[in-house]
Nanobody, 112 residues
Framework: QVQIVESGGGLVQPGESLRLSCVAS????????IYWYRQAPGKKRELVGY????????DVLDSVKGRFTISRHNANNTGYLQMNSLKPEDTAMYYC?????WGQGTQVTVSP
């Protein structure tokens, strides 16, 4: 049974940081790409970026380049999204996807 669970979201002030985690099970994690998406209220879901099995990161959203870092720890079946210098426009539900499956999402709210 495939499970993908995100965590680490919350309410922060502009300029602060959060680290999201994506814990996966039920599939060969180390061989799969791990995708991070986000969806703000009233907007389409957008790809934040993804990390290949070898740790190379692709397709990082322009608006988060230099602030967000995608990584993975295959031994722990976990993907990470480190978000620094958060802005109000980063407010969204953040999702992890892998192996054709999605997590339930974790809410990130950036507000003064």
């Amino acid at each position: 049974q495939v499970q993908i669970v995100e965590s680490g979201g919350g309410l922060v002030q502009p300029g602060e940081s959060l680290r999201l985690s994506c814990v996966a099970s039920g599939f060969p994690f180390s061989t799969q790409r791990i995708y991070w998406y986000r969806q703000a209220p009233g907007k389409k879901r957008e790809l934040v970026g993804y990390i290949a099995s070898d740790g190379i990161v692709f397709d990082v959203l322009d608006s988060v380049k230099g602030r967000f870092t995608i990584s993975r720890h295959n031994a722990n079946n976990t993907g990470y999204l480190q978000m620094n210098s958060l802005k109000p426009e980063d407010t969204a539900m953040y999702y992890c996807s892998a192996y054709g499956y999605w997590g339930q999402g974790t809410q990130v709210t950036v507000s003064p």
